[in-house]
T-cell receptor
Framework: ETGVTQSPTHLIKTRGQQVTLRCSSQ?????VSWYQQALGQGPQFIFQ???????GRGNFPPRFSGLQFPNYSSELNVNALELDDSALYLC???????????FGPGTRLLVL | AQSVTQLDSHVSVSEGTPVLLRCNYS??????LFWYVQHPNKGLQLLLK??????LVKGINGFEAEFKKSETSFHLTKPSAHMSDAAEYFC?????????????FGTGTRLKVLA
C-alpha cells in the first residue's frame, strides 16, 4: 500500500504567477485535506475535499482553490502568487472525513 | 474554540535521558488529540492518537502520551532519547465544524538530542 505522494517536491515562482500542486491520496482514502506551513510555524488548514466536493475551508482567500478527481487525487491551485505564499504545502488523506489524516512529504514553494 | 498550546518551543535532552514534551488543550467536549513528528525537510508522521478508548496511548518508536482531563493535558514522553528523535513535534486537535474535520496544530516543539 503506497502512502500519500505529492509533486513537485520543490517549486520556484515569481509574484503574480499561478501554481498547481498535486497530491495522490493513500489507497482506499476518499478525503484529502490541504495545509500551508510557513517557515517556523505549524501547518494551517486550507481546505478539505470529500468525494470530489469541497467540504470546508480555512481562512484563505479565493485565489486558493482546489479539485479532487474520481480517483480521489487532488490539486491545489494558487493564483496571483504573493511573497507570503512561500511555504511548505502539505496534503493529507484519510479513509473518511472523521478518520486519521496521513500526510505526504509536502511541496516547498518559493515565491520571488 | 478548540485549540492546543505547546508549552515549550525548544527542548534539549541528552541521549539516553527521558523526553517530556508538553501540550495543553482547550475543548468543550472530549477531543481527538494527536502527536505528529516532522524531521527536517520531511512531511508529518503520526506518532500516536487519543480517541477516548484509553487515557494512556502508546505510539511508535517508544513514545507514549497520557490524556489527563483534569489538567487538560496531553504530554508526550519517551523513557530514553535517541539521536534520531531530534525533530519538530506537533500536538494536534481534530476539530469538527459544520461537517468539516480539520486539524488545529500547536506551534511545535523542536527537540534537540545531545550526544
Amino acid at each position: 500500500e503506497t502512502g500519500v505522494t505529492q509533486s513537485p517536491t520543490h517549486l520556484i515562482k515569481t509574484r503574480g504567477q499561478q501554481v498547481t500542486l498535486r497530491c495522490s491520496s493513500q489507497s482506499g482514502h476518499n478525503t484529502v485535506s490541504w495545509y500551508q506551513q510557513a517557515l517556523g510555524q505549524g501547518p494551517q488548514f486550507i481546505f478539505q475535499y470529500y468525494r470530489e466536493e469541497e467540504n470546508g475551508r480555512g481562512n484563505f482567500p479565493p485565489r486558493f482553490s482546489g479539485l479532487q478527481f474520481p480517483n480521489y487525487s487532488s490539486e491545489l491551485n494558487v493564483n496571483a502568487l504573493e511573497l507570503d505564499d512561500s511555504a511548505l504545502y502539505l496534503c493529507a488523506s484519510s479513509r473518511d472525513m472523521k478518520e486519521t489524516q496521513y500526510f505526504g512529504p509536502g511541496t516547498r514553494l518559493l515565491v520571488l | 474554540a478548540q485549540s492546543v498550546t505547546q508549552l515549550d518551543s525548544h527542548v534539549s535532552v541528552s541521549e539516553g535521558t527521558p523526553v517530556l514534551l508538553r501540550c495543553n488543550y482547550s475543548s468543550s467536549y472530549s477531543p481527538s488529540l494527536f502527536w505528529y513528528v516532522q524531521h527536517p525537510n520531511k512531511g508529518l508522521q503520526l506518532l500516536l492518537k487519543y480517541t477516548s478508548a484509553a487515557t494512556l496511548v502508546k505510539g511508535i518508536n517508544g513514545f507514549e502520551a497520557e490524556f489527563k482531563k483534569s489538567e487538560t493535558s496531553f504530554h508526550l514522553t519517551k523513557p530514553s532519547a535517541h539521536m534520531s528523535d531530534a525533530a519538530e513535534y506537533f500536538c494536534v486537535v481534530s476539530v469538527s465544524t459544520s461537517g468539516t474535520y480539520k486539524y488545529i496544530f500547536g506551534t511545535g516543539t523542536r527537540l534537540k538530542v545531545l550526544a
